[in-house]
């Protein structure tokens, strides 16, 4: 079966995501091609570095929301460029595929998700009901990439981002069968925000993939404000100096962020 | 069908929490009995006020986990003390009963969750492979009362309380049927700690059970800075207002709770 783990890039601060998200992969030692889609944002220089590391890569037109109003409920006015997430489906030289979110990182092998259906994604802590879209299983389809396009076009996003629209195609998701529900070790969120830290002592050594919830991302710098779970933060850091950061361009070493346009 | 709303308190402060819910239930035109378990720790006062609104009353003893380690971790040293929850499993008069934490409050009508199987419960948001407690259908059955006395004196409790006692117990909930698996409406947890706003706009009509999750609960003081959602908080202060604190003897108008033993 030919499959891979498939992940996107904007610009050079997620393609430094990528890049640790690629490495803690192959750390994994995942039997999995390494996909990227990324658009013009990310410079020459990144997508050399990125090929070194990645099997494929696609260059993809970006695709916006514009939905400004909806991005400010959930207060990310970036996100509108996620919808770009959805160019993954037209990847069909892959039989499945895993989608994972540039800021998530593996913890543990977990090929084992290549098993699944489609379409398969963990609970959203913030409304478990809906499913968090930075790790899900899909089949490729040049038909479900119309559809998706299309019905964003007509139904547009509850939530600015591509999550609430997944969310609004794949609404039957809470009503199907548990194989499709991640269990939750595939999507945790690093993060203090609610931590049911009981849950966690039980539960963490499990962990598989984590993802760094919210607006201070580990390529942005190191810092011990955080507010991430420090094992994760450090691992991904670890990562950062041994296997990336000298490969960088001087200028790439250390990512700061565009002021955001607020 | 002979069935049955319960709720606990094992004090003033929570059995004023049980008024307001009782009273949120009966607004909601409920066509089920309303129960409440209580302890010796409520003062005769409040109990003889807990059976004007509710149809139906049990003393109970006390059982607590003990377990002051795993409920560090939580940072609630309190929550021993709700393993008395267990106790309404006794309640075998009832064909079905749904289990309502005394920091709920009713929304909406929600009748027909009487209709699900036992055991259906809401995932919690901290870990959602996991229920949370909160709310949750149940079948009385002494033998099952039995079952779960042994079973919490063989493995204890991950939390420290019965949300962690009764997930080790019904562990497969995750993988059960969706009729097992409340819709999160039932049990949304009205607090700022992390919400998906978005969602909460979408849904947000459609809530019929929250909780007030953490150490402040509405019963202890009417103050704006309280965490949780203004509509919901201010609801349960109006009920308080208006069905509750006029038929209170003067000392409980608003309860002040004990310093808790830090
Ligand atoms: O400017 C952006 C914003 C997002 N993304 C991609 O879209 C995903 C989802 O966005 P993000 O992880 O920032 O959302 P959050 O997890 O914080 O909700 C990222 O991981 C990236 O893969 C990107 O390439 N450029
Ligand atoms: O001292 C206590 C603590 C808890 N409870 C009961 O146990 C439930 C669960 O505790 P709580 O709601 O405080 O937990 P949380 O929802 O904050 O985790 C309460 O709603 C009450 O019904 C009680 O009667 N006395
Ligand atoms: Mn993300
Ligand atoms: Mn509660």
Same mark, same amino acid.
């Given at each position: ?106 913890? #543990? ?13 963990? %609970? ?15 089949? %490729?389809?040049?038909?479900?990439? #119309? ?56 539960? @963490? @050594? ?30 991904? &850091? #670890? ?6 950061? &000298? ?16």
């Amino acid at each position: 079966m030919s499959t891979a783990w498939v992940t996107l890039a904007t610009n050079d601060g997620y393609a430094l995501g990528a890049l640790v998200l690629a490495h803690s992969l192959r750390r994994a030692k995942t039997r999995h091609h390494l996909h990227i889609l990324y658009t013009d944002g990310v410079t020459a220089q990144m997508r050399s570095r990125l090929l070194a590391v990645f099997h494929n890569s696609t260059r993809v037109d970006v695709l916006d929301s514009n939905d400004t109003e909806n991005l400010a409920l959930i207060g990310r006015p970036d996100l509108g460029v996620t919808f770009t997430k959805l160019h993954c489906w037209r990847l069909t030289q892959y039989e499945k595929c895993v989608f994972l979110d540039a800021d998530t990182l593996i913890i #543990q092998n977990c090929d084992e998700l290549f098993e699944r259906p489609e379409f398969a994604a963990a %609970p959203d802590i913030g409304w478990p009901d809906l499913f968090n879209s930075g790790v899900f299983v899909f089949v %490729p389809s040049n038909d479900a990439y #119309q559809k998706l396009v299309e019905f964003g076009t007509q139904h547009g996003t509850f939530d600015g981002g591509d999550q609430g629209l997944l969310n609004l195609y794949f609404s039957n998701w809470r009503e199907m069968d548990a194989s499709h529900r991640l269990p939750f070790i595939y999507n945790v969120t690093s993060g203090s925000i609610y931590s049911y830290k009981a849950a966690y002592q039980l539960f @963490g @050594g499990n962990v598989k993939i984590v993802r760094f919830l919210g607006t201070v991302k580990p390529w942005h710098r190191d810092t011990s404000k955080h507010g991430h779970q420090n094992d994760h933060w450090g691992y991904w &850091q #670890q990562i950062f100096r041994e296997d990336v950061s &000298q490969n960088l361009p001087n200028g790439l070493v250390r990512y700061t962020p565009p002021k955001s346009p607020s």
